[in-house]
């Protein structure tokens, strides 16, 4: 799973959380042939989870990422190669320290034809903002303490942030609008949508696929796309299929469009020389439940089981030998922080150190996304071995997405778990590090106390942009050296397409797919 922005996804197939953006892509066969477009034709696009609930404020699971950016705008969109924030539903912006103000487009309509006004960025922001309605994208894309204005008249929008928030205009690139229809009537989002995106649901069958429809006449996509353009499709189709092998063979038959794989059934995909669109991501990371009740409350507990670890070993089985080591927990490209938080601070193996606390613990259950592909299985395996080997008790769960978000998030039923969480900014990660745990309707699923990383955090929440870096830098060095995340695994995740060109960053850019003859 991918957490990409709460609720586990912050940006991928190995869960992608916020602010997302990457690659685009290579065609395989004929880089340099001008395609021939097909028009008003069907995308079709394989999803290894169903979203589940479809209103776009209650998760942040990949899945529910890739299909809200179909029906959903944002106010401002993040260019995936240099970072500069982009016009989308806001033409104009300004940052005047704790006060954002945002010029709307003229002329944007919802999927029901109605206006949409600066009142319903102003609705939005405080929904999200009020805690009661436990999105996850609280402390996420939106900073804690926000408040908006309106004036119609003007077009704009005022925020207010109750404290210095260093990469605010990230973060709401991230953050869905709905339209009013939606904000008056949420449970009406379960099944359908009510956005001003490109698309618009026009059908769903949970657990099977859901079917968008193209929004002729839209221009006010990421720096100003529009569904115009030669080879958008006339519909988009999700479907939903968890098997790698199964979504790969569909792909190769025509019947899909587009999957991502990251398992070994890529090694073929490449090979017949399909295009794919390229998204550098965190796709190995471990967490530890420190809840009441569990072996992995405690310390020396958590710095023993990540001590009985390979992780260089367990990188390359992951990622069949193509990957490299993480090196900071906000990994998405463009990343807002780059530097090494990570190398330098992970504790080292030492299975001697390990089996002297390890021996004699509780048996202890560990998870993974079971719908990951292949490797992530063998690597699980792997690390259930290197645990016994150091005397612990540990059996591994393969869950599918849904299943694994909800132990998380729900039913506390789990010591350890691989749960990659993709961001480009760390300032999103906050409240997974640290706040109000799952059982308090937060999003510290980990149930982390770190204070040194609570207190890196403050200070670079005080401070402007790049000035923060050094600081939330620090943090996750903070994190990653108590063993409270263990990021072990970087790798290029790739989304491959037949028929069809189009640009991951992070997610699937909607206003980006082309339909093409082969």
Known sequence: MTLRRPALALCLSATLVAGCSGGGGEPGASPDAEPTFVEDGTFTMALQADPGNLDPHSSASSALFTVSQLAYDSLVSVDGESGEILPQ??????????TVTFTLVDGVTCSDDSPFTAQTVADNIAYVGDPENESPFLGTFLPPGATATADEGAGTVTLTLAQPAPFVLNGLASLPMVCDAGLEDRGSLTGGSAGTGPFRLTEAVPGDHYTYTRRDGYSWGKDGASTDAPGTPATVTMRIIENESTAANLLLSGEVNASEIMGPDAERLEQSGLFAAKTPALIGEQWYNQGSGHPTSEADVRMALTQALDLAELQSVLTAGKGAPATTLAALPPTACPGDSVSGSLPAQDVEAAEATLSGLPAMTFLYDSSAGSAVAAAAELAVQQWKAAGADVTAKGQDATALQQAIFGTGDWDIAWV?????????????????????????????????????????????????????????????????????????????GKGARFEIPGELEPTSIRLVQE
């Open 420 to 496: 990659p969480l993709n961001v480009n900014s760390p300032d999103q990660l906050v409240p997974f590090l640290s706040g109000p745990g799952a059982a308090e309707g937060g999003t510290n699923f980990a149930g982390i106390e770190n204070a040194d990383y609570a207190a890196a955090a403050e200070k670079a929440s005080a401070l402007s942009g790049a000035e923060s870096c050094a600081a939330w830098l620090e943090g996750d060095s903070a994190v990653v050296a108590a063993a409270d995340v263990v990021p072990f695994a970087n790798n290029v995740v790739r989304t491959y």
């Open 89 to 98: 539903l806001a033409a104009e912006w300004s940052v005047d320290g704790t």
